[in-house]
């Protein structure tokens, strides 16, 4: 699932947002727009304003390559869960990670067993709020930053910026070492 088209604005924005501070991290699993294992139903499917309101995040955020990811990226994802959660702007809908889900309008965020038919251990979905979806301004992350910070990850100067591919490949491994992974 690859096909970004129609993502809607609020998604775009919290996508955009993960993407600036995981520079690295895995695009495998990621995708917006349903493919032939999403059924007529699924959020990933184009809705009645031509937008789609689900985005499927790899669970690989720091490129470990371990396919349900590793303790320090579950630990980064749950920091996003908590931004997710506590937008100010009240976008976020419901997550699926792990075997778990979390919705606003069940239980008011409350984690419980998912068993759907894929247990989303490899990539995370998001799932937006249809009556905010357009509302695109740039998604508040202080957890994840926090957590991030924390890892030695923060701020401007550890970010690794696109372009030379062999840079950010050295960075990526010796950041996976220092924590265990590689």
Known sequence: MANWGGLNPALTAWRNGINRRLTGRDFRTDGARADKNHGSTSQHQEDADGTVDAFDMDTNVLASGTPTGTAT?????????????????????????????????????????????????????WQSRQSREHIGSDWPMPHLDAVLKELGLGGEEMLVRKGDKGEEVRFWQHLLTDLGHG
């Open 73 to 125: 990226e579950r630990r980064i994802i749950d920091a996003m869960k908590l931004d997710f959660e506590q937008d100010p702007h009240g976008r976020g809908q419901l997550w699926i990670a792990n075997r778990e889900i979390a919705n606003a309008d069940v239980g008011n965020w409350t984690e419980r067993d998912y068993d759907g038919d894929s247990p989303h251990t490899e990539h995370v979905h």
